[in-house]
């Protein structure tokens, strides 16, 4: 079989694919603010959790057979949960990424960063996707050698990294994502890069607004297409995974994202999905042929409250 035009080798994505479950981890100023995209202005005091178990968070996705986490290491907030030599606007005293990082290893997961492109903090003159629309904004350049300096903090301080998530890459427009992809390469040739695509369509893939991406995304939807022909009418099947971009193939996996509640970030009104629905969701996910990478948020302990572990540990079952 072709190995096709692609970044990565078939068999570095199939391993990727793999792995099926991980779970998401957003936390930061918005878990403390009760907003799930800030306007940037609060104070880093705000961030202020009584301890970060990450030792937990690994462990009890361990038992739950997850095989990768993935954590919002800066948000639309723009608060770093590293200690980053280019803002003040980070954690002090700490570093979230490295206890996470270390804790996946001594659990045998796999560990995955999720950076923002949307920052109402770090602005560099950018009009943001908050004030104009995701769609509409485009980052300065000063702002684009903010992020990628900040992208080689992470890449290169943390080891080996499962997959780096960028989101809203809109408004990186093609040349920042490219530049985001050679980066990437060029620190972690083996790692897949994902650009989020959102919620743009279960059976496309976003080349306008999400290309170059490793891995396409599915927010809060499944991967679906229709077979047609003698005896199958309109059976909904799994991608086929092969795109065609600019004339030539590329073998694109995918990833739903979807939550373990109905919020991104820990919020009080949150409701947690039954054990049996999340169930279904991971095994619709893996039958279409993708990861599911589940959300299930710290509180502002810092801990994994103990509703969501219980719904989060039934899945070992699976």
């Not at 793999?18 to 202005?41: I, K, N, Q, W, Y």
């Not at 290893?105 to 999720?114: K, P, V």
């Not at 790692?191 to 279960?202: D, H």
Request: net charge negative; aromatic share 10%; charged share 25%.
């Amino acid at each position: 079989m072709s190995q096709g035009a692609q970044r990565l080798p078939l068999d570095v994505l199939r391993r990727w694919e793999e792995a099926r479950f991980g779970m998401f981890v957003h936390f930061g100023m918005s878990t403390f603010l009760g907003e799930e995209c800030p306007d940037g202005s609060a104070p880093r005091e705000n961030y202020a959790p009584d301890t970060v178990d990450t030792d937990r968070w690994a462990r009890i996705a361990r038992d739950a057979g997850v095989r990768y986490v993935v954590l919002t290491a800066k948000h639309v907030a723009g608060h770093c949960l590293w200690p980053s030599r280019l803002t003040d606007y980070r954690v002090e005293g700490g570093d979230v990424v490295a206890d996470l990082a270390d804790s996946c290893a001594r659990h045998g997961l796999g560990m995955g960063l999720y950076y923002c492109s949307w920052d109402n903090h770090h602005r560099f003159g950018t009009v943001t996707a908050g004030e104009v629309g995701i769609f509409a904004s485009r980052v300065t350049p000063a702002y684009l050698d903010f992020q990628l300096a900040q992208l080689d903090e992470l890449l290169t301080g943390y080891g080996p990294l499962f997959e780096l998530w960028i989101d809203i890459p809109q408004v990186l427009g093609p040349e920042g994502r490219r530049a985001v992809c050679d980066l990437a390469a060029s620190r972690q040739p083996s790692m897949p890069v994902v650009m989020n695509q959102g919620c743009r369509g279960s059976s496309t893939l976003d080349l306008e607004h999400a290309w170059p991406t490793d891995v396409s995304t599915r927010e809060r939807q499944y991967p679906e297409c229709q077979r047609w022909g003698q005896g199958v009418s309109g059976t909904t099947i799994g991608h086929e995974r092969w795109y065609e971009v600019e004339g030539e193939r590329h073998y694109v996996p995918t990833e739903v994202c979807d939550c373990i509640g109905y919020h991104w970030f820990h919020d009080e009104r949150d409701r947690v999905r039954a054990s049996a629905e999340v169930a279904a969701m991971r095994t619709l996910a893996n039958a279409r042929g993708a990861n599911l990478l589940l959300n299930v948020p710290p509180d502002r302990t810092g801990r994994i409250p103990e509703a969501l572990c219980a719904t989060l540990l039934a899945q070992a079952a699976l």
